[in-house]
């Protein structure tokens, strides 16, 4: 990874969840699930864009994740060998009262970079919608009506090597997995993590990563 920190405003960050919106709106997302803390407030702002006249607004549930990576102590630089990923907060879908089974259930992130979490994140939370399905004594193969049908969304997808993958029918597919941007393997700067707002927003707007359209005419 490069050492060229590149921040990111709260200015681009909205105006990137407004630019894919349009094409998220193609999925029709039944609800959101925010990937723990970099999905959180793109998830938010993301449903305001979603909202539809008439139309109850998309709920939002979240998820927390915490990844470990094992480090080789043989040589002073080598690379990470092993992760390992731990629940901190998942969803209780009892007293939720979330039913995934039939839904279109779009997962959100800050960032694809060695796609480790956003694998674990989409592995398991199929694993309840089938479970779910199961529970109900529903054969989604004879009924693909109730199949539960998931979507990706990142701000920054890297272009870079992954460490894990994602199905082909998600990744593919532009209706299902939605970048607002791919960017270099750098170092993203998002503005939740910044202790000093002030300089992170002078130093977005001096490398061009604040407003990149000025009205919605512009869009």
Known sequence: MSDDKQYISYNNVHQLCQVSAKRI?????????????????PARILRTFLKEPGV???RIFAIILSLY??????GSEQEQV????NRTQWIDYEQCKLDLVGKNVLIVDEVDDTRTT?????HELEKDAKEQAEAKGIDVEKCPEMKTNFGIFVLHDKLKPKKADLPDEILLNENRYFAAKQVPDKWYAYPWE??????????????????????EDDI
Request: without cysteine.
């Open 56 to 58: 109850p607004t998309v």
């Open 194 to 215: 910044s202790t000093d707002i002030v300089h992170h927003t002078k130093m977005a707007v001096k490398q061009g990563n604040d407003i990149f359209f000025e009205d």
């Open 82 to 85: 092993g992760v390992k990923i």
């Open 69 to 74: 990576e094992d480090l080789d102590t043989v």
């Open 25 to 41: 709106k193609n999925f029709k997302p039944d609800l959101i699930i925010a990937i723990g803390g970099g999905g959180f407030i």
């Open 118 to 122: 956003l694998h674990y994140a989409l």
